[in-house]
């Protein structure tokens, strides 16, 4: 698998400047930062370039561990998630975590022998348990029952029809790509005492050379040979964001601030919701073209 790895996400926040009007620079968008999380709830891992298929990115959350009624065990019930790991070596996923022997998963995925039924958030779809010592290694480190469980090329979990009909998605909150502009996080980042990173929002797409949050606009968008339609904003944000990603521990902030000006209809909306229109390549730094805009997403008006 052709791809320039970059390493896993635990980096310190930028200090934010001021926001980018129309009295500076033209805004130029380009993809600034591309990362996919192959294990639902953990790490990240960035690229340099990687595959879009019908999941969205290739690997992208195809793996989760299920709890032994079949519901997911991510940074929501166990925020320790934080602390794994992750790399990318030839052909095996590298997980490490603290006080844990590493742990190698192929990233062909297991074969179809030990299939069982998980609720996807929300959906029910069938997965494939990953064989060996996997679900004891994550058992010991999380001190819960789980299984380790692979998403195959065939998996068949949709989005919302009503959405975004006939595209698939893995263990994903819902959606395959998740979209934030760095300039919203920028501006968050003046209103907290302590400025947070965007390993807190887990997107896949960092764009940046816009003004804050100007991806709510945003309808379809040309990244490379790639399109993509931005379908729905992340608007039902859980309490992840709050996990500290350095310490797996649960605080107050960035949401409590997040809310008091970007709540909607009793939910806190940041970032966008993205399906694939094809597959290919796409590489970090390719400027985005806005093929289709309209009224913002939610509409919360704006500050600028």
């Given amino acids: ?5 970059e390493g896993s996400q635990n980096r310190r926040p930028v200090a934010y400047v001021g926001p980018m009007t129309s009295a500076d620079q033209p805004p130029r968008p380009k993809l600034a930062e591309l990362w996919l999380y192959p294990l639902k709830g953990a790490r990240g891992v960035s690229v340099r370039d990687w595959t879009i298929d019908a999941f969205g990115l290739h690997l992208d959350r195809r793996w989760m561990l299920a709890a032994p009624d079949g519901s997911p065990i991510y940074q929501r019930t166990h925020a320790k998630m934080a602390l794994i790991d992750l790399a990318i070596d030839a052909d095996y996923l ?5 006080g844990m022997t ?9 074969g179809a022998d030990a299939a069982i039924t998980v609720n996807a958030f929300g959906s029910r779809v069938s997965a494939h348990v990953v064989p060996g010592d996997a679900s004891a ?5 999380l001190g819960t029952p789980c299984a380790l469980v692979h998403m195959p090329d065939d998996g ?3 989005v919302d029809p009503d959405v975004a009909p006939g595209h698939r998605t893995s263990f994903t909150n819902g959606y395959p790509i998740h979209l934030v502009s760095q300039e919203a996080l920028d501006h968050l980042n003046t209103k907290l005492e302590s400025p947070v990173g965007m390993s807190r929002f887990r997107a896949n ?7 804050p949050h100007q991806e709510d606009r945003w309808r379809r968008i040309k990244i490379g040979d790639l399109q993509f339609e931005i379908v729905k904003p992340c608007d039902h944000r859980c309490g ?9 521990q649960w605080e107050t902030e960035p949401l409590r601030t997040l809310a008091t000006y970007r709540r909607h209809a009793k939910h806190v909306s940041f970032g966008q919701n993205l ?7 796409i590489e970090r730094d390719q400027p985005i073209e806005i093929l289709a805009t309209g009224p913002p997403r939610p509409p919360l008006g704006s500050e600028f």
């Fill in 94 to 98: 590298r997980l490490e975590a603290p």
């Fill in 205 to 211: 797409f960092v764009v940046s050379g816009v003004i």
């Fill in 102 to 110: 590493a742990l190698r998963l192929p990233l062909a995925g297991p």
């Fill in 275 to 281: 399906v694939p229109v094809g597959g290919g390549r």
């Fill in 156 to 158: 068949e979990r949709f």
């Fill in 137 to 141: 290694w994550f058992a010991a480190f």
């Fill in 240 to 248: 992840v964001p709050n996990v500290d990603p350095a310490t797996g």
């Fill in 1 to 5: 698998m052709a791809s320039t790895l």
